[in-house]
Structures are given as C-alpha cells and as structure tokens.
C-alpha cells in the first residue's frame, strides 16, 4: 500500500543553519504531496504541496520539490530559526485511499 | 477566517465515562475526518464523512462512533473511553472527495486525558 518515509529526528540545528528533511514515498498511483508542520500542543498546519511530478512548493523559506523519478519530496530551508522547532509531517494523498497517509514525522529544534 | 474549530481543546474523562469531542468548521467544506494521534507518531484516520456519507476504517474499534448534523458540526463520540484511548484528536476538513488528492486543513486539536 501507499506509504511515506521521512528521515528520523530528532534533528538539532543552530539559527541560520541549512534544513534538509528527507521524504520518499511509495504510491500505485499519482499522488499528491505535502507537508505539514506541527507546533506544540497545536494541530497540524499544511507548509507546502505539490500535486505533480517536478513541481516545486514553497513557503515561509521553506522549499520542496516533487521527484518522480527517486520518489522523493525532501523539505529545505536555507537559513532556519528558533520559530522553526516544530515537527515536520511528510504527507500523501492519493486516488486509492481515504486518508491523508503521513510519515513519522521529524521534530526539528533550532537552538539560538 | 475561514478556519477549524475543536472545542474542548483539553478534556478529562474518567475511564469508561462517555465523552464527546466536537468539531466545526466554516469552510463550507464536503468532507470532515477524524484522526487519533498518539505521543511521537503520526495521526491516525477514524473516519471521515463525505457530505452525509459516512466512512469507518476497518481498524477503528466499535467504541468510536461520529456524528455529522449538519455540514458545520462533526461529532467524536467516545462510548467508554479506556487508558489506551487518551491521545490528541484531529478534526480535519477537505474540500472534495478524500479520492481527489486535495489538501485537508486541520484543526488545532483536543487532547483527551482518560484517568
């Protein structure tokens, strides 16, 4: 079945340093792609999507680009902050499930 | 804004006691889900409504039951919550059908405590 795969945390950077959270995922169909950010004790709020193959989302700094060819969806950032230290959801959906299918998640701390 | 609402957004409940989590959204959205996430993990579907269509997975136990009256208003019914229940639930919205790949916005989240 459909799945994703992030890289474990948790990751611990310093302030400007570069982001990189790797995604793969494995779909039968064309999925799109997404990922989320978590903050504490809140819910789940969309960063960036994609919704085809070389598709490139971006937000707030944040950059991701849609990879058929190495099912991948790996999340960047090229200078972080303290205001970043969330977790980060990889996620997918697609025409053959019902639910968003997300990976582990990966929690980020951005020490000053 | 358009926005998810949950209310509570912390609630305790004492073991075998029936709880109610409510969910509104004014999206004007099709669908609305249910998600279980527990401590370092990622969330979990119950079950979503499609319209007035509703949709259990088939690994959500019997003592979950949901309620959607109207577009607005969703509904998690916990009928005798156990320990293992306690956990943050997600309500969460999408515009189309879940099958047309389309983003869901979700909620800020209750977080159940079950003593």
């Known amino acids: 079945g459909d799945s994703v795969t992030q890289m474990e945390g948790p990751v611990t950077l310093s302030e400007e340093a570069f982001l990189t959270i790797n995604c793969t995922y494995t779909a039968t169909g064309y999925p799109s792609l997404f990922w989320y950010v978590q903050y504490p004790g809140e819910g789940l709020q969309l960063l960036l999507k994609?919704?085809?193959?070389?598709d490139k989302g971006s937000n707030k700094g944040f950059e991701a680009t849609y990879r058929k060819e190495t099912t991948s969806f790996h999340l960047e950032k090229g200078s972080v902050q303290v205001s970043d230290s969330a977790v980060y959801f990889c996620?997918?959906?697609?025409?053959?499930?019902?639910?968003?299918?997300f990976g582990a998640g990966t929690r980020l701390t951005v020490k000053p | 804004d358009a926005m998810v609402i949950q209310n509570p957004r912390y609630q305790v409940t004492q073991f075998g006691k029936p709880v109610t989590l409510s969910c509104s959204q004014t999206?004007?959205?099709?669908?609305m889900y249910w998600y279980q996430q527990k401590s370092s993990q990622a969330p979990k579907l119950l079950f979503h409504y499609y319209d007035k269509d509703f949709n259990n997975e088939a690994d959500t136990p019997d003592n979950f039951q949901s309620r959607r009256p109207n577009t607005s208003f969703c509904f998690l019914d916990i009928r005798s919550p156990g320990l293992g229940d306690a956990a943050m639930y997600l309500c969460a919205t999408s515009r189309d059908h879940p099958l047309a790949r389309d983003e869901q916005f979700f909620g800020p989240g209750t977080r159940l405590t079950v003593l």
């Open positions: 994609a919704t085809k193959a070389d």
């Open positions: 996620a997918l959906s697609d025409d053959n499930n019902n639910d968003m299918r």
């Open positions: 999206l004007n959205h099709n669908v």
